[in-house]
């Protein structure tokens, strides 16, 4: 039974937005999505999954890589045929031991077999895909740290227990969770490229439709994703041919300025903020199928990419959207 | 018929519904004291879930037992990997008593495996005393029922009525009940008016009166169904008192002389519709009879409850065996958290061999045995800071401003002892200054304390701010931060530094409820002569147990607040 398809997901379209951004540029790096419970947070990312394109992989490959001389030393391959798989999309389970996540000495072959091999983690899965943490904001610290490390260099090294082993890992983080439960780290929030905030639909006929929908999905799964197929495999096209259309997008000088104006108004820390609004422009105006960033894209990219980088006022907990909001409007008028 | 044995009604109706399709609802959330009515609620459930598969699980289980892994023992007894299967590979009801002990990371686990459905289903047995023991939100959300048996008493609560031919009977019917189109948007009106946000809510609620209906022998939903269903599912979670008309709902038919005929409804509703089903209106009466007594208490609470229960966040104290200073090895059972110290297991298992070699006769391989294993062990030392914010306003300096600094300096001899970390806010005048950002040396400290000027008015808003800016910067470090507040009065200089006493007190309050939602340990001391009135309800507002500074005994405050700022 496939997950609930991304194009029957009502309403939410900031998360939507930002998750079809991603895909179109994974250099955006990530989206963060911050709400309510029950408001179809990981029910976007598991529809994303069945939404982007296939990649090209060595079939046992254990890292996903894309050509035979990229496969590390350490894996034994056999199958080398270059096969398709689809994106991975792989759980980062809260509490998932630090073994698991970037891999082990594996115990059973050592105590077993006496042979000295590497089991591959959640993290070499990954690789080439996305990593998503439901519930981020609960994620214990060593394992936070070891996140930031690898989303930095892109490269997870492991040196334990005898091993010395290294392994490409780029990944699109994707993280949800009830900011009622607790902070993210600002060294973590500032690696999410995107970041949205989902409530509840307050509108009584969107909640009817999100209800009724669901329901049709759990009573007759096969039936509703044949309907909805369709819309989603439009989506995919459109999303593969903002990927073809990205390198010839146009972003002028005045763009440049606009986005650093902005920035500076705001007072975010860094130039990351500038450059992933930048790049989520320009994969919004590759997806509208413009040749060039303009204003308007800008305007629509900007609450989301601006607003975990601000600095945070203790006593304002919903200002932030509303702070870039205003800004935007004085900045580009 | 009493309101007990009303209730008592419900439970049956409840344990029934679920029994139809436990998985569609994700499970009860039942809140209960160990005893007689429990038991009897349990034997019901039981009698009701027969054919289905019952585990108990305890809410320290760990991730092999739910996930499967390698089964160690077998594994080096036999020479080969032997795996066994997790409890969530197979569809089964989960039974977990002390529910409200469950740490956060197993409820994203749990909650993770609900939303796979794969048939699993959990009855959490919540035994917790007062409202802040409670099951952690990311599961009551999905748990369709949520009953309350506090207020049951024996004699209401005879044996429950569940009988298995008549449940697989109603199990038979159930996929072929239908729901009249009204229905979904009727429970979503009333989701809305209660304050529901979650829309898994309305979902539960619909299984719920689908099962009920297949339980009275209907193939179509009815009244009765829906009225079940909110007070089961919907009034449970309800987060407000249901407002006559919502501003968001303007659709809502205005005529209180006609209300059944909601304009809202789809048209290809019949006419035959509009007769039978009932108007939000009316759920809602059903509602409003099941509203929890102290949801009004509920609610005030609610903030800080949730923001004080998540210590798993950042920052917080921990015992890992993650990182930290190595400790030696300790012999024990590897899975979950745990990590194989191969070398020292290899070191223990070394002088057996060869007797092992001679009692099994195996010359070739190394012979390993369980109690060999050795774990690792890491001791983290989370680092604590202190923040002192000093009040040294006018009247302060009058009065005990070279004291408090006295009780000041024997603290931090002791926190340098611990190597905790200290930071010094003052506030006087119109604001507050931050004298010293976390550091650990001495010396500096005392310079900083003692060259502490005292005057002018009692910012205490602004010193809050700025302790509250600072907690959050050292928690951001991997701090645990913990705020002492020394002053001897009424805040009179308000946020934005004016002379105003009401809107400064004003201020005062709301930067403490923002201190307290984050959840962290501190103390008030009052340094005034003699005890301020308001200060205590302040250091309520703020969470912190309130000390009125002794007189000439600096050590037994510096016990006392030792003894609160050591996070729980």
């Known amino acids: ?333 | 018929m009493s309101a007990g044995e009303d209730r008592w009604q419900r439970v049956n109706l409840a344990l029934a519904c679920l029994a139809l399709d436990p998985a569609a609802m994700g499970g009860i959330w039942l809140r209960a004291r160990v005893g007689p009515v429990r038991d009897r609620v349990q034997k019901g459930l039981e009698t009701a879930l027969q054919g289905h598969i019952l585990r108990r699980l305890h809410p320290g289980v760990g991730d092999d037992a739910l996930f499967g892994g390698v089964d160690l023992s077998a594994t080096l007894a036999e020479g080969r990997v032997v795996r066994t299967r997790g409890i969530l590979g197979t569809p089964s009801v989960l039974i977990m008593p002390m529910a409200e002990r469950i740490k956060s990371g197993l409820a994203a686990r749990l909650a993770a495996a609900l939303d796979a459905q794969n048939g699993l289903s959990l009855i959490a047995l919540d035994e917790g005393a007062d409202a802040d023991e409670t099951l952690p939100s990311a599961l009551a959300d999905r748990l369709a029922i949520h009953l309350d048996l506090a207020e049951q008493g024996l004699s209401d609560a005879p044996d429950l009525a569940l009988d298995p031919v008549a449940l697989a009977e109603a199990r038979a019917l159930l996929p072929r009940v239908t729901l009249p189109d009204s229905a979904i948007a009727e429970l979503c009106e009333v989701a809305a008016r209660l304050g529901v946000t979650s829309l898994r809510a309305p979902l539960l609620a619909l299984a719920v009166a689908r099962a009920s209906a297949a339980l009275s022998g209907e193939d179509r939903v009815e009244t009765a169904d829906l009225t079940l269903a909110v007070e089961l599912v919907l009034a449970p979670r309800a987060t407000q008192f249901p407002q006559s008309e919502p501003d968001s709902a303007p659709e809502e038919a205005p005529e209180p002389d006609q209300p059944d005929t909601p304009e809202d409804q789809p048209d290809d509703v019949d006419d035959k519709d509009r007769a039978d089903m009932p108007p939000a209106e009316l759920l809602l009466e059903a509602a409003k009879a099941m509203l929890p007594p102290d949801l009004l208490a509920r609610l005030s609470a609610g903030r800080a409850v949730r923001a004080s229960q998540s210590a798993s966040g950042t920052g917080a104290a921990k015992k890992g065996n993650h990182r930290g200073r190595p400790l030696p090895s300790r012999a024990g059972r590897p899975g979950g958290d745990a990590r194989v110290d191969l070398v020292a297991t290899l070191r223990a298992a070394a002088p057996w061999q060869p007797m092992r070699r001679q009692m099994t006769g195996q010359q070739d391989r190394l012979h390993i045995r369980m109690s060999d294993i050795r774990l690792r062990q890491f001791e983290e030392t989370s680092d604590r800071a202190i923040i002192f914010v000093v009040d040294a306003s006018g009247s302060a300096a009058l009065a005990r401003l070279g004291e408090a600094k006295g009780a000041i300096e024997l603290l931090l001899s002791e926190a340098y002892a611990r190597r905790d970390h200290v930071a010094l806010v003052a506030f006087r005048g119109e604001t507050a200054e931050v004298l010293l950002p976390p550091t650990r040396s001495l010396v500096q400290t005392k310079r900083r304390l003692s060259q502490l000027p005292g005057g002018g008015g009692t910012p205490l808003a602004a010193g809050l701010k700025a302790a509250l800016e600072l907690a959050l910067f050292t928690q951001g470090k991997g701090m645990t931060p913990s705020i002492a507040l020394l002053t001897d009065g009424r805040a009179n200089v308000d946020l934005a530094g004016m002379a105003n006493r009401a809107q400064a007190a004003e201020d005062a309050t709301a930067m403490a409820r923002a201190i307290r939602a984050r959840g962290w340990p501190g103390i008030v001391i009052d340094t005034g002569l003699r005890p301020t009135r308001g200060l205590d309800a302040l250091a309520r507002d703020l969470g912190m147990p309130y000390l009125p500074l002794p007189r000439a005994d600096a050590r037994s405050l510096s016990a006392a607040v030792d003894a609160s700022l050591i996070p729980a």
């Open chain 1, 1 to 333: 039974m496939g997950p609930f398809p991304f194009s029957a997901i009502v309403g939410q379209e900031d998360m939507k937005q930002a998750m079809i951004l991603t895909a179109i540029d994974p250099g955006i790096g990530g989206v963060l999505v911050f709400g309510d419970r029950g408001t179809g947070k990981s029910t976007a990312v598991r529809g994303l999954a069945a939404l982007l394109p296939p990649i090209e992989a060595v079939a046992g490959c254990p890292v996903n890589s894309a050509h035979e001389s990229q496969i590390p030393d350490w894996a034994k391959v056999t199958d080398r045929d270059l096969v398709e798989k689809p994106t991975p999309v792989i759980d980062l389970p809260l509490g998932a031991t630090e073994d698991r996540v970037v891999g082990a000495l594996d115990i059973e072959k050592a105590l077993t077999l006496g042979e000295k091999a590497f089991e591959p983690g959640l993290l070499a899965r990954a690789n080439r895909g996305y990593l998503y943490i439901d519930e981020v904001n609960l994620l214990e610290d060593h394992l936070v740290d070891l996140l930031l490390d690898v989303a930095q260099s892109g490269q997870n090294v492991v040196e334990r227990e005898g091993l010395s082993i290294r392994h490409p890992a780029r990944f699109v983080l994707v993280g949800s969770g009830n900011p009622e439960e607790g902070e993210l780290r600002p060294q973590l929030l500032d690696r999410f490229g995107l970041s949205v905030e989902v409530t509840s639909p307050k509108d009584i006929d969107t909640r009817i439709e999100v209800i009724r929908r669901r329901d049709a999905y759990d009573r007759d799964p096969v039936g509703f994703l044949t309907n909805w197929r369709g819309a989603d495999m439009d989506l995919r096209a459109a999303i593969v041919s903002a990927r073809t259309a990205l390198g010839h997008v146009e972003a002028g000088e005045d763009r440049l300025r606009d986005c650093a104006e902005l920035c500076v108004a705001l007072g975010s820390d860094g130039l990351r903020g500038e450059l992933t609004l930048l790049r989520a422009a320009r994969a919004l105006a590759a997806f509208d199928g413009d040749a060039s960033v303009t204003r308007d894209h800008l305007r629509r990219v900007a609450p989301s990419a601006l607003r975990h980088r601000l600095r945070r006022d203790p006593l304002d907990d919903a200002g932030s959207t509303t702070r870039v909001t205003r800004v935007v409007e004085e900045v580009l008028g």
